[in-house]
């Protein structure tokens, strides 16, 4: 690991991206910390005394926030080595359900956040032979019924890390997709507009959850290793490789298992 690493993380706020500016912490990192919700982001910052923070309050699917990330932290650390575009939500229904904005809404904010996330800190990184990471899911692979807004989403994060593995290899920028299965975070108690419900419960059990500090430590160690892509939990192994290998038992499993993704929660 390179010494006092300037790691810029979307999504900082909460759930995994709270694991990971913990995580960078601890190995005495200079974080620059994205987010939508300032009294969040101040919470997280004040959980790591160790580290100089940098805030940037803003939403990933709006055009110059990632410019400000990438400049704040080249103006107050003088580099970026680390980039790992993690800001994401799930879009859940049926598609004859959904409108195109829900569609819409779940692209801008999991795909184009993310490009929006790589384009402004490739130059950066480029300087500083750092790292990208980009956060996809075991959906990119696995898909369930009533999830096509959020597997889609995923999928494309899955196919722009293999691009961006090739474009950027020549400059020393290594490219990790992360691909977690389920880890405790609010992804599942976000409604369809993207607003947190803090009254809905994890409808996944806690036996099939890692903890949002075990996985950001993987991904960080995965990270430093610059590997090209680290899958997460042991549930999501197993599907990975069973979609990659059997896909035909995967589909069989999901059709006569009755799986169902999560209702939207209650919006009143």
Request: net charge positive; with cysteine.
């Amino acid at each position: 690991m390179r010494r006092n690493p300037v790691v810029c993380i979307t999504g900082g706020s909460s759930g995994i991206g709270a694991g990971l500016a913990r995580a960078y912490a601890a190995r005495g990192a200079s974080l620059v910390l994205v987010a939508r919700r300032e009294e969040r982001l101040r919470s997280v910052a004040q959980s790591v005394p160790q580290a100089p923070v940098e805030l940037v309050v803003g939403d990933v699917t709006q055009d110059g926030v990632m410019e400000e990330a990438v400049a704040r932290a080249r103006s107050r650390f003088g580099k970026l080595d680390v980039m790992v575009a993690n800001a994401g939500f799930g879009v859940s229904g049926a598609l004859d359900e959904l409108t195109v904005q829900d569609v819409q809404r779940q692209l801008d904010v999991n795909v184009l956040g993310v490009v929006r996330a790589a384009r402004a800190s490739i130059a950066a990184l480029r300087e500083s032979k750092g790292s990208l990471a980009l956060m996809g899911s075991v959906n990119a692979y696995v898909a369930f019924p009533a999830g096509s807004a959020y597997a889609m989403s995923k999928a494309a994060v899955r196919a722009l890390a293999d691009c961006l593995w090739l474009e950027l290899r020549p400059y020393g920028v290594s490219v990790t997709h992360v691909a977690p299965g389920f880890v405790d975070s609010e992804i599942r108690r976000v409604d369809n507009n993207g607003v947190f419900q803090p009254d809905v419960p994890d409808p996944i059990p806690a036996w099939a959850r890692m903890d949002a500090d075990v996985a950001a430590q993987k991904m960080v160690r995965a990270i430093e290793a610059r590997k090209k892509e680290l899958v997460l939990t042991p549930l999501g192994v197993l599907a990975v490789w069973v979609a990659r290998h059997a896909p035909w038992m995967l589909r069989w499993t999901l059709a006569l298992s009755g799986v169902q993704a999560r209702p939207e929660p209650n919006k009143d």
